[in-house]
């Protein structure tokens, strides 16, 4: 059974910085392919940022540039360094694993 754990999430003022996290169990993560979605009040749900089993990484246009995905095979984890923070940056947060495997969302609120 996947099972995926996101934390990190919290109020930070603009252009502040946060570190997503997202434990994965049950899936041989090191060959997997994670990705980082958003969803604010009233939108979709939107892909903010994917790593692929070697490494490569892919951005949304909106933060790129801004925000850096990671994984450590070794931790089961990835991260989300989220920098230069804006408001329209105020979403929960989910960890994403194929197309059925969703962590319960950390909410990242911007806000001075």
């Known amino acids: 059974q996947v099972q995926l754990v996101e934390s990190g999430g919290g109020l930070v003022q603009p252009g502040g910085s946060l570190r997503l996290s997202c434990v994965a169990s049950g899936i041989n993560f090191r060959f997997a392919t994670m990705n980082w979605y958003r969803q604010a009040p009233g939108k979709q749900r939107e892909w903010v940022a994917g790593v692929g089993a070697l490494g490569n990484t892919d951005y949304a246009d909106s933060v790129k540039g801004r925000f850096t995905i990671s994984k450590d095979n070794a931790k089961n984890t990835v991260y989300l360094q989220m920098a230069s923070l804006k408001p329209e940056d105020t979403a929960l947060y989910y960890c994403?694993?194929?197309?059925?495997?969703w962590g319960q969302g950390t909410q990242v609120t911007v806000s001075s």
């Open positions: 994403n694993y194929g197309p059925a495997s």
